[in-house]
């Protein structure tokens, strides 16, 4: 009679001993005080590109981007903070884009907790419409090493990230698309 409740028995006392296994709930809490919080740029997170020249309706546009989810992971240590950064860009061709493919810059600034800029850097994606595709997507993903102060939190620290749009770009994101 004991062995036919083995099989039922069994796999709740595994789950209990595998959930002696991970992180506690303080660790856990630790862990996420610990790593930076991501910040899309909102004037940022989308970006229309226009062919040259003065047209900026709908037949003039080469692509449109978008700055999708942006995650971090990250590993502390005694002196740093090791963050590997993820995001996500989708990019829709538009009409005037003729030669079907598109590069979409990107960035990634580290701000420590007074808000100044500590590390920066700027990125670029292409993206190549095959067939008869019109979006594209990738994930793209970065290794940052935020070196601390002794008693400094890498949760103080931000990362920001957005795309690269030019002035008349950034004038057309903050107008909604109106001149």
Do not use: W
Request: charged content about 20%; glycine content about 12%; overall charge positive.
């Amino acid at each position: 009679m004991t062995l036919r409740l083995l099989p039922l028995v069994a796999p709740g006392i595994l789950v209990s001993v595998l959930a002696g296994c991970g992180p506690s709930t303080q660790e856990i809490s630790d862990l996420r005080a610990g790593c930076p919080q991501a910040m899309r740029v909102q004037d940022a997170a989308n970006l229309t590109r226009f062919k040259p020249g003065g047209g900026r309706d709908r037949t003039d546009v080469l692509f449109q981007a978008e700055l999708g989810k942006v995650d971090i992971a990250c590993d502390l240590r005694k002196n740093a903070v090791y963050v590997e950064l993820t995001l996500n860009i989708v990019v829709s061709q538009g009409p005037a884009l003729t030669d079907r493919t598109a590069n979409v810059g990107y960035f990634v600034r580290v701000l420590n907790p007074s808000g100044t800029i500590v590390q920066g850097r700027n990125f670029a994606a292409d993206y190549k419409f095959a067939g008869n595709r019109t979006r594209e997507g990738s994930s793209e993903q970065l290794s940052l090493n935020i070196p601390l102060a002794q008693g400094q939190s890498g949760g103080a620290y931000t990362v920001a990230v957005g795309l690269l749009p030019t002035h008349e770009e950034l004038e057309y994101n903050r107008t909604g698309g109106r001149r």
